[in-house]
């Protein structure tokens, strides 16, 4: 979901880039009161795992592909300031030397796929969480629900941006985005659940830590 | 499993991840797909600049190879840059609070 340059107008990219660079501020700032010791290589290896995880397409209808986000597995695991840090990292690197995204899109990026997708994921993942339980299995659950929302959610921004920079028009982009995003989302909610119950099973603690 | 070891584990799943690469689906992704189909993929504009470009490792004839050396990078350098980032955060609020 990576926007290239030449899809927004200045209007669309200076509003996400302001925004994206408050987010991030913030997203500092909140780490710097709030980050432990065991946080440290935990945000290391998700954005290791983000990256090569977003490299390996899988196939969805129709021709088309679709790779993981991964901002759901660090707002569930971490928290939503740390899926903005985490995500940020991971589109900057992917921006400025894999060049994918584009450079003045990359604000609008953080946000679809960092600010939306991880506040998102932790706020669904929180309020199906106080429904379903506090089992493992309903952790699962939650996670799946949350990670396969969030993706929806960024494609939905992501289409309200192109449709604002007068791209193509809402009501053509929006369906298109959504309906083979809800796709993809399957993908994303299967993989976040998959590393969540791993977690669970060899490093119960690192589900314990504060969220950030 | 000691908790030193766990991240190495995790760190070495991620250059397995990495490595099977090669075997991703080259379909166009979501966007991409979507501005085919709606004819907007014609204003996607080229990048100023290429440094691991289409993550394929310049200067490698075979692609698998390159695509994966390009995996190994952006692997090793975002765990490099996350944790450095993450220690650099943390160690700002140690400073003044031990003054």
């Known amino acids: ?212 | 499993m000691s908790n030193k070891k766990w991240w190495l584990v995790a760190l070495v799943f991620c250059l397995v991840l990495a490595t099977i690469s090669p075997l991703a689906s080259s379909s166009p992704d979501g966007l991409e797909k979507v501005a085919e189909d709606k004819g907007f993929i014609g204003f996607a504009g080229e990048s100023p600049f290429e440094i691991v470009a289409d993550y394929a490792f310049p200067g490698i004839e075979n692609e698998a190879v390159a695509t994966i050396l390009a995996g190994w990078l952006g692997t090793l350098l975002l765990f490099t840059i996350t944790y450095g980032l993450a220690r650099l955060i943390k160690s700002r609020r140690e400073g003044v609070a031990t003054r």
């Open chain 1, 1 to 212: 979901m990576h926007i290239p340059d030449g899809f927004l107008n200045t209007a669309t990219v200076v509003a996400t880039g302001v925004v994206s660079v408050g987010g991030v501020a913030n997203a500092v700032r909140i780490a710097n009161k709030k980050l432990g010791e065991k946080h440290i290589p935990m945000m290391g290896i998700l954005a290791a795992f983000i990256f090569a995880a977003q490299m390996l397409n899988f196939p969805v209808a129709g021709g088309t592909s679709g790779h993981v986000i991964g901002a759901a597995l660090v707002a569930i695991l971490l928290g939503p300031w740390a899926a903005v840090i985490i995500m940020s990292v991971v589109l900057f690197a992917q921006c400025l030397i894999f060049q994918d995204g584009g450079l003045l899109a990359l604000g609008a990026n953080i946000f679809n796929m960092g600010i939306v997708a991880g506040f998102g994921a932790y706020y669904i993942y929180r309020i199906m969480g106080s429904l379903l339980g506090d089992s493992s299995r309903s952790k699962l659950v939650a996670g799946f629900i949350a990670a396969w929302a969030s993706v929806l959610l960024a494609s939905i921004a992501c289409a309200i941006e192109l449709a604002i920079s007068g791209t193509s028009p809402l009501l053509v982009v929006l369906p298109a985005m959504a309906g083979v995003h809800a796709l993809i989302g399957i993908g994303e909610g299967l993989v976040t659940v998959a590393v969540v119950s791993v977690v669970l099973s060899t490093r119960a603690d690192l589900l314990k830590l504060n969220r950030i």
